[in-house]
């Protein structure tokens, strides 16, 4: 079966650090672009940052860039978020989700984990 | 930055009736070499993650029912659901992948009326 895991999320005063993981499996890892995207309580989808096949272009949306990194080990099946200078508006579900195979390097996400929630409170 | 404006933000519609939702780019997603527009919709139901209805903008992804469907091109796009289900009743959003990042429309509400 094609699954995503998500894990990671948690508590976090603002200004800490947090790295979501997200493991696959059912595919093979290393064909696919991937993607986190987050969703804040009550509210829309936002674009977090994309990781081609093979690490060499990645993406960042506007509110998170200099603060969250985006890496892969496809050796691992693993999809990473490491998030430094959290502020309370980061607060959301965060969704790893797997791009269509393309010659793009992104893609419409057709495979979506199940979340995890990260709050920044103090 | 790509902007994605969806409308309505809301609607409730009956049971077998058509629900039309639209979504607009602040530049066109139109890729002129491959005459593909860059454009996914998604449908999201509470408490679950998001589920690819829709790409290349017209593109039924495998498993979808036929009375979901979309239309457009370069800047404009509808999503329709043809005879609105019990089932549908969930949070519609529009996506563009023709550059990065990626970004979404602010949804749609589909409910019952």
């Known amino acids: 079966e094609v699954q995503l895991v998500e894990s990671g999320g948690g508590l976090v005063k603002p200004g800490g650090s947090l790295r979501l993981s997200c493991a696959a499996s059912?595919?093979?890892?290393?064909?696919?672009?991937m993607n986190w995207v987050r969703q804040a309580p009550g509210k829309g989808l936002e674009g977090v940052a994309s990781?081609?096949?093979?690490?060499?272009?990645?993406s960042y949306g506007d509110s998170v860039k200099g603060r969250f990194t985006i890496s892969r080990d496809n050796a691992k099946n693993s999809l990473y978020l490491q998030m430094n200078s959290l502020r309370v508006e980061d607060t959301a579900v965060y969704y790893c989700?797997?791009?269509?195979?393309?010659?793009?390097?992104?893609?419409?996400?057709?495979?979506w984990g199940q979340g995890t929630m990260v709050t920044v409170s103090s | 930055d790509i902007v994605m404006t969806q409308s309505p933000d809301s609607l409730a519609v009956s049971l077998g009736e058509r629900a039309t939702i639209h979504c607009k780019s602040s530049?066109?997603?139109?890729?002129?070499?491959?005459?593909?527009?860059?454009l996914a919709w998604y449908q999201q139901k509470p408490g679950q993650p998001p589920k690819l209805l829709i790409y290349?903008?017209?593109t039924r992804e495998s498993g979808v029912p036929d009375r979901f469907s979309g239309s457009g091109s370069g800047t404009d796009f509808t999503l329709t659901i043809s005879s609105l289900q019990a089932e549908d009743v969930a949070v519609y959003y529009c996506?563009?992948?023709?550059?990065?990042?990626?970004?979404f429309g602010g949804g749609t509400k589909v409910e019952i009326k």
């Open positions: 996506q563009q992948y023709y550059s990065t990042p990626l970004t």
């Open positions: 989700a797997r791009d269509k195979p393309s010659s793009s390097w992104v893609d419409a996400s057709d495979i």
């Open positions: 059912g595919f093979t890892f290393s064909s696919y672009s």
């Open positions: 530049q066109s997603l139109l890729y002129i070499s491959n005459n593909k527009n860059y």
């Open positions: 290349w903008a017209s």
């Open positions: 990781i081609s096949r093979t690490s060499s272009y990645i």
